[in-house]
């Protein structure tokens, strides 16, 4: 083989490399395309290049990528099957046009800036992804006799096969990103309908002036302070304030100041510098910094360390801070609520948590009432559980007892709604028909202290308690008649009506 030979085709390896490596390393296909162009305009004598893409939604070509072309002709359009380059996608096969002046195929519709050169050489190449055609890549060479046609072609055809790689990777890409936004915005929109405070279970005088407040306060920047026992929901009023805001497409995140230790709490809220302690490898974003434009809530803040306290304050008053480590401030917009179950008054007494902070995180309190002052909710929350739990678990049940209700509604639950939750969860597991009894219920409601009820009892006690509850359960279901009981507990109406004497179970109750 000719020396000359080698060389060209060494040359050609190279230039392909490069084609593979700026298609890899490129930030957008036009860009990685651009750079393609460059690189065989580069080694030969190229008098225009383009790469035409096939429009899927219009069914028509267009040029994504050029050198030496005026804008009329970049903003070209050509119909499938229209033309050289046309035809060249129609049939997936290369074309060669020696002289494109003696060809009437050749439009030159992309009115090329060296007009002056007629005589020239045009190649054009199609590009194929799973063998659908997606577009073309076309070279326009000065005419010389005896130019080696095929082997450009051959050339062109490995690169246009880079080329439909790396369309078909941006495809998937984008796809995925597609995907990937849809889901986001279908998410965001669960978060903001699950957590919409007209949602909350609860119809009590204390909940309606949490959502009176919740109310007045969302649309506002407004630092909040949720104030409550462990197991009320002050996260769910947290949740509430943030997708019922301006901010509601933003970020909402949570940070649990008692579940991290003093030691790391301050990096975690304000991110470090790279070196700023063994092991910081690398620049790293605190919670301030990923709640940009959204919302952050600090749970537990009561349990704060004095010094995080401080650089805490400074970003509620400054809106900036400094990662661990740095030196520069990091300005930051973000909408702070805080929660905790603490007794901040006496915290502030005792010179454990600063009373400027506290003025500052309690522009707009709301005082989340616990479970035993809002009892008219317990049934309406039990039922909410009942219904979430019967269908994460499969399973039949369908209401409560009477009975069981009685003993939720006299038991102090102190630990609040999270209590409450957890016991019905338990019951949904344990129960062996459609229907909760007491004796489903967690022993911890079921002992004197909590619900009244008597610690322990004969067996002749225990039958008829569990008689008691069936009977007025199939009463509740036949809204008092005893006929229909009767029927359902495959008895007789005498032997009902003499049951419910016994036990002196009021039938009119269960007729509304």
């Not at 016991?423 to 202290?449: K, M, Y």
């Not at 009977?471 to 419910?500: F, H, M, P, W």
Request: contains cysteine; hydrophobic residues 40%.
């Amino acid at each position: 083989m000719p020396k000359e030979r080698l060389s060209q085709d060494a040359a050609r390896l190279k230039t392909l490399a490069e084609v593979n490596e700026a298609l890899a390393g490129a930030s957008s296909l036009r860009a990685a395309l651009q750079r393609v162009l460059q690189l065989l305009d580069r080694r030969d004598s190229v008098v225009c290049s383009s790469i035409t893409l096939l429009n899927p939604d219009t069914n028509l070509l267009h040029v994504e990528a050029s050198e030496g072309l005026t804008p009329d002709g970049q903003s070209a359009r050509y119909k499938i099957g229209e033309g050289v380059t046309g035809r060249v996608v129609e049939s997936s096969k290369p074309v060669i046009v020696p002289r494109a002046s003696k060809e009437p195929m050749f439009l030159n519709r992309a009115r090329r800036k060296n007009l002056e050169r007629k005589d020239i050489s045009f190649i054009c190449v199609p590009i194929r992804t799973l063998k659908d055609p997606v577009g073309a890549i076309s070279i326009d060479l000065p005419f010389e006799t005896g130019r080696d046609y095929q082997g450009y072609v051959r050339f062109l055809a490995v690169a246009a096969s880079m080329i439909a790689q790396a369309i078909r990777v941006n495809h998937l890409v984008d796809a995925e990103r597609k995907r990937l936004a849809d889901e986001n915005v279908h998410l965001r929109g669960e978060l903001q309908q699950r957590y919409d405070f007209a949602n909350i279970v609860g119809t009590s005088r204390p909940m309606r002036e949490v959502y009176a407040q919740v109310s007045q306060v969302a649309g506002a920047n407004t630092t909040v302070l949720v104030r409550g026992e462990s197991g009320t929901g002050k996260e769910l009023i947290a949740h509430a304030i943030h997708y019922n805001s301006k901010r509601a497409k933003k970020p909402f995140v949570k940070v649990s100041c008692a579940a991290l230790p003093d030691s790391l709490i301050e990096s975690e809220l304000f991110g470090y510098e790279k070196g700023a302690f063994t092991g910081a490898q690398s620049r790293k974003k605190g919670r301030f910094e990923l709640a940009e434009g959204g919302t952050l809530f600090l749970d537990e803040i009561g349990d704060l360390n004095p010094s995080t306290q401080i650089k805490l304050l400074r970003v509620l008053q400054e809106r900036e801070f400094e990662r661990l480590g740095g030196t520069q401030p990091v300005k930051v917009d973000v909408r702070l609520i805080a929660a905790t179950n603490a007794d901040v008054e006496g915290a502030m007494a005792a010179g454990t948590f600063r009373e400027d902070l506290h003025y500052r995180l309690n522009v707009f309190a709301i005082f989340v009432p616990p479970l035993r002052e809002r009892k008219t909710d317990v049934l309406l929350l039990a039922d909410h559980f009942l219904e979430r739990y019967a269908i994460d678990h499969g399973n039949s049940v369908k209401r409560i007892s009477t009975p069981a209700i009685d003993m939720l509604m006299s038991y102090h639950w102190p630990g609040n709604v999270r209590e409450l939750e957890n016991a019905i969860e338990r019951a949904v597991l344990v129960c062996d028909g459609s229907v909760i009894h007491s004796h489903d219920l967690p022993p911890s409601l079921q002992t004197g202290e909590a619900s009244g009820t008597v610690m322990s009892q004969s067996l002749g006690d225990a039958v008829e308690a569990y008689e008691k509850d069936l009977i007025a359960d199939a009463l509740k279901s036949t809204r008092g008649n005893r006929v229909r009981a009767a029927t359902l507990l495959q008895s007789t109406e005498r032997i009902i009506s003499y049951k419910v004497k016994k036990y002196g179970i009021d039938c009119s109750r269960y007729r509304d």
